[in-house]
């Protein structure tokens, strides 16, 4: 398949059966390969309505970047980072497009956090900056959903950002190694804009984070990074439905529910 123009990638299922799809207007061109090799298309499609959207990569780990944009850190009143903040979430925290959040009644306050992820396509280690862009196969949305009262409870991150079905990922993959900086991100809380920002906002630029990542550890084909989230984070309730849309991805759309 030709790789001149952005490719909507994504993995989906349709009577009881999975897969690899491009998105085509409103319809899903099934095909055969992934993102890591070549893929051509196998000539079959489904309607978009008639699919359940899964994850558009198995990912292989998840890093996150805390605190990388301006107005998100005033707003926790917080020292602006010398050098990109970096965690990570559990696999068990991945839903897709559609999928239920589901909230545990003694989690406390519980925020959307809408970021746009990276997806790794080639192994790297060290790498420069000027360099870094060329390992990225592409773009998401992500919302890393966080229980913000036991994150500063814990004094550390890890148990707040790594509950069950806290990592909503998706719909697609653009397959580009580059967002435009005057891309917008736009949460939307039950059809409210909460968060609008563009990508130039970054205080660590995509490339300045996978070089950071890259001087301690291996990225590896399939590692995605949610590169941080733009001021207007709030709560998130049971019944409510937060809306991540990226300009030239799409939107990912998740229901909250609670969990007893
Ligand atoms: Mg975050």
């Known amino acids: 398949m030709k790789r001149g123009e952005p490719v909507k990638f994504c993995r989906f299922s349709v009577d009881n059966r999975t897969y690899n799809g491009v998105l085509r207007g409103n319809m899903l061109d099934i095909v055969e390969g992934d993102i890591y090799g070549d893929f051509s298309s196998m000539r079959m499609s489904y309607p978009v309505d008639r ?40 696999l068990t ?32 280690r060290k790498v420069s900056e000027a360099d870094a862009l060329s390992y990225v196969a592409g773009y998401s ?13 814990d004094g550390q991150w890890t148990r707040a950002k790594s509950f069950d079905t806290f990592g909503p990922f998706g719909p697609v993959l653009l397959l580009t190694d580059r967002m435009p900086g005057d891309a917008a991100i736009t949460t939307r809380l039950n059809g409210n804009v ?15 984070i996978i070089s950071h990542i890259s001087r301690f ?21 049971p019944e409510d439905r937060v809306e991540v849309e990226i300009d030239g991805i799409g939107t990912l759309s998740n229901p909250f529910i609670a969990e007893h």
């Open 51 to 90: 699919v359940k959207f899964l994850t558009p990569i198995v990912p292989n780990k998840i890093w996150c970047v805390g605190r990388n944009y301006v107005g998100h850190v005033k707003e926790l009143d917080h020292e602006l980072p010398e050098e990109p903040i970096i965690f990570m979430k559990p």
């Open 141 to 153: 949305c992500f919302n890393d959903v966080t229980a913000r009262e036991l994150q500063n409870k």
């Open 194 to 208: 909460v968060q609008r920002d563009v990508f130039s906002n970054m205080i660590f630029s995509v490339s300045r």
């Open 93 to 124: 925290t991945l839903v897709g497009h559609g999928d239920l959040v589901r909230i545990p009644n003694w989690a406390g306050r519980v925020d959307y956090e809408g970021e746009l992820a990276v997806v790794i396509g080639k192994r790297c």
């Open 217 to 237: 550890a291996t990225l590896e084909p399939g590692d995605v990074i949610a590169t941080g989230t733009p001021e207007g984070v709030g709560r998130v309730a």
